[in-house]
């Protein structure tokens, strides 16, 4: 028997649950994860760096000191390794980073990794395979290595996304984005606009108005002011139309002093290592051509993990490594390319009926449960239980309606489809 050597490159929570199937089958894989850092966890991990690391690469984590999970626990074990059982259900990352940790040594992945390495290059060799070249960030030392396949799992929340704003070269005050975030220190007694609404926006924006903030604005283009419960310093308006040497215009005509532009608008997905051969591309942040967000059309021994976002993500991550093992060991035969990609343009044509952008090709949400039934089919695997969707879609909607308080409730799973609130 021919033993497949895989690379998995990242060793965070993605990376370490396919590394773990991997390993698991050591008759038909051997397995090798390069991290750059000194750590598993990947964004889990807090540095109070920002920039770049010791070695002049630029910090993956966008971890804050403070933060705590925004979705309960109950939701963010892997199928076969919950996290143990305590009262709360919303937790401090140092708890989520420990969970990894013990996740890893669990299942032997941590022998398996290749700390302080980073990856240059993957290229496609014309025999089938692909050369992977890589730096020993301590030696300074290049290593080209062949691979049967190749697992990315280098994560989406590093290469932050920065809006070109009308007139913001003439700001005088400070402008910071969430990936360089750390703690509320800096805007104590500051007048904060906070550009954008999604669960960082939400979340940073009630953490430096409750951490000293003059005022706060949230700035965002939801139709509808945000229904949730807001610190008093608090206010919410449009988008930003334009930008003054010390103050806010927005869309709807209002004005507002600012010393901190702080934008919360998310990350770009980014492969700086993929070579132009491996036909990659990122198009309005829709990674492409890929089949059910994870296997690249032209070149099926190459998938891209964990790229779907709001999602019960430690499960999917789980689900999407063993789909792709199981095509890698024959067990499953994908489509041919012309169904793939056909496959694909359906899906996007539902996304655009729903009134989705490109931006959005990987936004899971409510769709996250077709999309777990659909890979579950694809690799004749059981789906995973809805009682994760249902609670997902539970906390998504407690995070509108009581920013402040939502993270007190506390959850139980009854079974594949319940849920009880325990308080």
């Not at 008759?27 to 598993?40: I, K, L, S």
């Not at 953490?207 to 002011?225: D, K």
């Not at 509108?400 to 409730?409: A, G, K, P, Q």
Request: net charge negative.
């Amino acid at each position: 028997m021919v033993v497949k050597r895989v690379a998995v490159i990242g060793a965070g929570a993605a990376g370490l649950s396919a590394a773990r199937h991997l390993v698991a089958d050591p008759d038909h894989f051997a397995c090798t994860v390069f991290e750059q850092t000194g750590n598993v966890g990947g964004t889990w991990v807090y540095t109070d760096r920002v920039g770049k690391d010791e070695f002049g690469l630029p910090v993956h984590s966008s971890m804050y000191k403070s933060l705590r999970t925004n979705l309960p626990k109950e939701i963010m074990g892997f199928p076969d390794y919950p996290i143990p059982e305590q009262e709360r259900s919303y937790l401090p990352a140092k708890d989520i980073l420990q969970f990894l940790n013990d996740y890893a040594d669990h299942f032997r992945v941590r022998e398996r990794v290749r700390f302080y390495h980073h990856v240059l290059s993957v290229a496609p060799k014309a025999g089938g395979g692909w050369a992977v070249r890589t730096r020993d960030l301590r030696t300074e030392q290049d290593q080209e290595e062949e691979f049967d396949a190749v697992m990315v799992c280098n994560g989406h929340y590093s290469k932050p996304f920065t809006p070109a704003l009308p007139g913001v070269d003439s700001f005088l005050g400070a402008t910071l984005h969430s990936h360089d975030y750390r703690t509320p220190d800096s805007f104590k007694g500051k007048n904060v606009v906070v550009i954008g609404a999604g669960p960082s926006g939400m979340d940073l924006c009630l953490e430096v108005a409750l951490g000293g903030a003059a005022s706060v604005v949230l700035s965002h283009h939801w139709p509808e002011p945000i229904n949730t419960r807001f610190p008093d310093n608090v206010r919410q308006a449009a988008d930003v139309a334009r930008v003054m040497e010390r103050s806010v215009e927005f869309a709807d005509g209002t004005t507002a002093p600012a010393d901190v532009l702080f934008y919360c608008t998310g990350y770009l997905y980014s492969f700086p290592f993929l070579s132009d051969e491996c036909r990659v591309r990122v198009v309005d942040n829709h990674v492409q051509p890929l089949y059910k967000h994870l296997v690249h059309v032209d070149h099926p021994t190459l998938a891209l993990v964990g790229l779907p976002f709001y999602v019960c993500a430690n499960s999917l991550f789980d689900l999407q490594a063993r789909v792709f093992v199981r095509t890698l060991k024959g067990e499953v035969v994908l489509p041919s390319r012309e169904e793939m990609l056909a496959d694909t343009e359906r899906e996007m044509e539902r996304r655009r009926a729903m009134g989705m952008k490109n931006r959005q090709a990987h936004m899971m949400g409510p769709l996250q449960g077709d999309y777990y039934s659909e890979l579950a089919a694809l690799g004749n695997l059981d789906s995973l239980p809805a009682v994760l969707t249902k609670l997902h879609n539970e906390s998504s909607q407690r995070f509108l309606e009581d920013l402040v308080n939502y993270r007190e409730d506390i959850y139980k799973i009854i079974d594949q489809d319940n849920y009880i609130k325990a308080n």
